[in-house]
T-cell receptor, first 115, second 111 residues
Framework: DTEVTQTPKHLVMGMTNKKSLKCEQHMGHRAMYWYKQKAKKPPELMFV???????INESVPSRFSPECPNSSLLNLHLHALQPEDSALYLC??????????????FGPGTRLTVT | GQQVMQIPQYQHVQEGEDFTTYCNSS?????IQWYKQRPGGHPVFLIQ?????EVKKQKRLTFQFGEAKKNSSLHITATQTTDVGTYFC???????????FGQGTELSVKP
């Protein structure tokens, strides 16, 4: 199984709402990532978890709160978002290696619209 | 900060023509990866290059890694409509643990 799943596919939320994005993989990967992608732009890294611990936070605003409950699951909790946060949110996973950077497997993404 | 530049931004070709996208890094890369994102889709891993001067082929796709490990290219021979999408190169960041993506090259193919 080389699939990363994400739910929901689409999400529309108001600026006062709280919602969560979910990501799951069963490839035994121990690194998981959240990216934000705007139209016609490359994926922009937000967070990296390695062995269920947050290893990289790319200075993301606190209205985005990641969580890694176990090695297969990754959540992104959203609160008080702004319209400019509307984007495609991609989850990815990869193996972790010493001195080697493995390829990433991306999920289909959640298309988020903030109204 | 570390940057990965990719050109051209857009490329429109007639089916059957060749296509090349180029990637340049401001620093030496330990490796470089290439991804393809179809319209409305998500990035899909194509290949990884690790060695200086490395050349790899996948059917009509040829990938090269420069001798100085600061540049890379993807060449598609005789494009087909199925090649449509955005091609991203990505190198490992200086501090490790993350990919730095190029801006991508959007390829459109006219039948």
């Amino acid at each position: 199984d080389t699939e990363v799943t994400q739910t929901p596919k689409h999400l529309v939320m108001g600026m006062t709402n709280k919602k969560s994005l979910k990501c799951e993989q069963h490839m035994g990967h121990r690194a998981m990532y959240w990216y934000k992608q705007k139209a016609k732009k490359p994926p922009e890294l937000m967070f990296v978890y390695s062995y269920e611990k947050l290893s990289i936070n790319e200075s993301v605003p606190s209205r985005f709160s990641p969580e890694c409950p176990n090695s297969s699951l990754l959540n992104l909790h959203l609160h008080a978002l702004q319209p400019e946060d509307s984007a495609l949110y991609l989850c990815a996973s990869s193996q972790v290696g010493t001195g080697f950077f493995y390829e990433q497997y991306f999920g289909p993404g959640t298309r988020l619209t903030v109204t | 900060g570390q940057q990965v530049m990719q050109i051209p931004q857009y490329q429109h070709v007639q089916e059957g023509e060749d296509f090349t996208t180029y990637c340049n890094s401001s620093t030496t890369l330990s490796n470089i990866q290439w991804y393809k994102q179809r319209p409305g889709g998500h990035p899909v891993f194509l290949i990884q290059l690790v060695k200086s001067g490395e050349v790899k082929k996948q059917k009509r796709l040829t990938f090269q890694f420069g001798e100085a490990k600061k540049n890379s290219s993807l060449h598609i021979t005789a494009t087909q409509t199925t090649d449509v999408g955005t091609y991203f190169c990505a190198g490992e960041g200086n501090q490790g643990g993350k990919l730095i993506f190029g801006q991508g090259t959007e390829l459109s193919v006219k039948p």
